[in-house]
C-alpha cells in the first residue's frame, strides 16, 4: 500500500484537468493512472507485499 497515494494525486490531477478544459491532459493523465496500477501491482508481486526496496533495487535510487 505504500504507493497507492499516487492513483490518488494522479486522479485528483486528473479531475481539475476535466474540470479547466484540458482534454489532452486528462486522457495523458487517464494512461497514467493505468500505468501506476500496472506498476504498483508488478511491485506488490515482486516483493510480496509492497516492498519498497524491490522498487528502488537497480534503479540508483536510494531507498526513502
Same mark, same amino acid.
Given at each position: 500500500?505504500?504507493? &497507492?497515494?499516487?492513483? &490518488? $494525486?494522479?486522479?485528483?490531477? @486528473?479531475?481539475?484537468?476535466?474540470?479547466? &478544459?484540458?482534454?489532452?491532459?486528462?486522457?495523458?493523465?487517464?494512461?497514467?493512472?493505468? $500505468?501506476?496500477?500496472? %506498476?504498483?501491482? @508488478?511491485? @506488490?508481486?515482486?516483493?510480496?507485499?509492497?516492498?519498497?526496496? @524491490?522498487?528502488?533495487?537497480?534503479?540508483? $535510487?536510494? %531507498?526513502?
Amino acid at each position: 500500500m505504500p504507493h &497507492d497515494w499516487i492513483k &490518488d $494525486v494522479l486522479t485528483d490531477l @486528473r479531475d481539475f484537468a476535466r474540470l479547466n &478544459d484540458m482534454p489532452d491532459l486528462a486522457l495523458h493523465l487517464d494512461g497514467a493512472l493505468t $500505468v501506476a496500477g500496472h %506498476e504498483i501491482a @508488478r511491485t @506488490r508481486g515482486a516483493s510480496g507485499a509492497g516492498g519498497t526496496a @524491490r522498487a528502488f533495487a537497480g534503479q540508483g $535510487v536510494d %531507498e526513502p
